[in-house]
């Protein structure tokens, strides 16, 4: 049985009894009822995570995988593919969107090579477990094979399972690869039968050929490679992405050691729908971060099922979203232990 296999069996549901006496406590605090509305749904989540009724959230890691695309040659994007490589050292320097917005919760980053192109120094202080020095190039094969898919989730599962042996009662995830909001559309065009046309943006930067030719390369792979969209590692490996395994991955990680995850926008939130694919308990651990302003974000959100706890028009990837969420998950978790029910404060409504 492989790591993969041995993760999945230990996810399970949530402790009902505890999200029931979570509840009961929210709708009893010195308030009118709903009046905190997401900040009440997500503490009662917590507790079912968690199995307490007051969770300590304090130590927050993201985790950002980082890898290339071989679809890049098909001219999908403006910016040099040598960004990916640049941005990946520059995010554990902490001066990136994630490291500058993950200091407001003093967030842990942890920038894992899961696949850029080229040697990353071994001083950077970046995470290597590369597989490959990118995927193949979709529009002409697989993107990888069946194996280094499921390679690429196992990563991520193995960097969740660290993170939270050293500490970490809740994970992020983020991104960093030129080029991958190609293949999350075409993941999302597959688990969705949807028109590429319909969610196709321009991302970081589209190509000199304009936005008609990245859909049509979307196209093209998905003809190609023919996924199935009924087994989530196949869409992963024909048309998906290292980065994009890997997230999934430390989701499903996250799930099997009952430690919420908090998705990132477009890109993360099609890892999600990946790894509910392939496990739909581990939908119960997710909390979603914001709306992305990608035409594909709206339709992802919709099919994962979890509404998004900001609208911010951000696009940025990298964790962003989630490092600002964090300090919304601690105000949930004051709200339980810091506001007195009407009972306690000698109130009988």
């Keep these: 049985m492989n790591l993969l296999e041995k993760t999945l069996l230990q996810i399970e549901g949530l402790n009902q009894e505890m999200m029931e006496k979570a509840r009961q406590r929210v709708d009893n605090l010195i308030k009118p009822p709903n009046s905190l509305g997401k ?12 199995g307490t009724l007051y969770p300590g959230l304090t130590q927050k890691t993201i985790v950002v995988m980082a890898a290339d695309h071989g679809v890049y040659e098909e001219d999908i994007s403006s910016n040099p593919q040598e960004v990916t490589f640049a941005q990946t050292m520059h995010i554990q320097k902490g001066v990136t969107g994630v490291g500058a917005l993950g200091k407001s919760s003093a ?12 040697d990353i120094p071994s ?11 990118g995927t193949d190039n979709m529009a002409k094969g697989p993107a990888m094979t069946r194996e280094e898919a499921i390679q690429s989730l196992e990563v991520g599962i193995e960097m969740a399972n660290e993170e939270i042996r050293k500490g970490a009662q809740i994970l992020g995830t983020g991104e960093m690869g ?20 319909e969610i196709t943006g321009k991302g970081a930067g589209v190509g000199s050929r304009g936005i ?7 196209k093209k792979a998905i003809a190609i490679n023919e996924p199935n969209k009924d087994d989530a590692i196949d869409v992963l490996a024909k048309v998906g992405g290292l980065e994009i395994g890997g997230m999934a991955g430390v989701m499903l990680g996250a799930a099997a050691n009952r430690v919420p995850v908090v998705v990132d926008g477009y890109i993360s939130t099609v890892a999600a729908l990946l790894a509910i694919s392939i496990e739909p308990k581990a939908k119960e651990y997710i909390i979603t971060s914001h709306a992305s302003a990608e035409p594909g974000g709206k339709k992802a959100s919709e099919m994962l099922g979890i509404e998004p706890v900001l609208y911010m028009n951000m696009c940025l ?8 969420v964090f300090p919304i998950v601690d105000a949930a978790c004051h709200m339980m232990k810091q506001m007195a029910t009407f009972a306690e404060v000698g109130l009988e409504i």
């Excluded at 001083?123 to 597989?131: F, L, P, S």
């Excluded at 008609?212 to 979307?218: D, F, L």
């Excluded at 990837?317 to 600002?324: C, D, F, L, P, Y």
Aim: aromatic share 0%.
């Design 123 to 133: 001083d950077a202080q970046v995470t290597n477990r590369k597989i490959k020095n």
């Design 107 to 118: 967030a842990k980053i942890v920038t894992v090579n899961i696949g850029v192109k080229g």
């Design 212 to 218: 008609e030719h990245k859909i049509n390369v979307i």
């Design 317 to 324: 990837g990298e964790g962003s979203g989630a490092a600002i």
């Design 178 to 197: 030129i080029g991958n909001t190609t293949p999350s559309t075409a993941i999302l065009s597959v688990l969705g039968n949807i028109d590429p046309k």
């Design 39 to 50: 900040l009440e749904d997500l503490a009662v989540q917590l507790a079912g995570i968690t």
